[in-house]
């Protein structure tokens, strides 16, 4: 993004500003990862997840409308492949497209990092969830039993071939706003 995009589109305007995740951040991330999940991530977690992302390990994004911290996302990279670790919504943000937002900008950096493959956990209930990830051409692959708070099971979801162009031209139709 250049630095006249990023001008224009700091926060406090009335659109969509997504950036990386910094330690200023996590309190608003708290607030939505506390409620979002069972069992939360703690500060912790995050700070650590950061200190991952200054050595390249990590991913993580922020989403604002206007001054308001709405939705965050990241990821992991193991060799040539990129995990999906956590996507959240603001309850009150929900069903505007912040999490298909998230999604095409996470999926673009991994692209960028010439990762071939995306992967990621969904909660078997999660039917919104798993509607998304089957946008972006996830797929089942298997079931982790009592993945989540030694109860509920996960579904593994992969991406493959997100080097291929048929996956960035998928990316651009779904999420216009996060093209490259």
Request: aromatic fraction near 8%.
């Amino acid at each position: 993004m250049s630095v006249l995009t990023r001008l224009l589109n700091r926060p406090g305007g009335d659109h969509l500003v997504v950036e990386p995740m910094r330690r200023r951040n996590l309190a608003a991330v708290m607030a939505i990862e506390s409620v979002s999940y069972p069992k939360p991530w703690t500060f912790g977690v995050f700070r650590s997840e950061l200190e991952q992302m200054a050595a390249g390990n990590r991913h993580y994004l922020v989403a604002h409308e206007g001054r308001e911290l709405v939705a965050y996302g990241g990821m992991l990279f193991a060799l040539d492949e990129a995990h999906i670790t956590n996507v959240a919504v603001d309850a009150r943000h929900q069903r505007k497209g912040l999490a298909t937002r998230l999604m095409a900008e996470l999926a673009w950096v991994a692209i960028d990092r010439h990762c071939t493959a995306l992967s990621l956990e969904v909660r078997v209930g999660n039917t919104p969830a798993i509607t998304l990830y089957e946008k972006f051409g996830f797929t089942a692959a298997g079931v982790r039993k009592q993945y989540y708070e030694n109860a509920d099971d996960a579904i593994v979801m992969w991406r493959h071939g997100i080097l291929e162009p048929e996956f960035a031209s998928l990316l651009r139709v779904l999420s216009p706003e996060a093209a490259r």
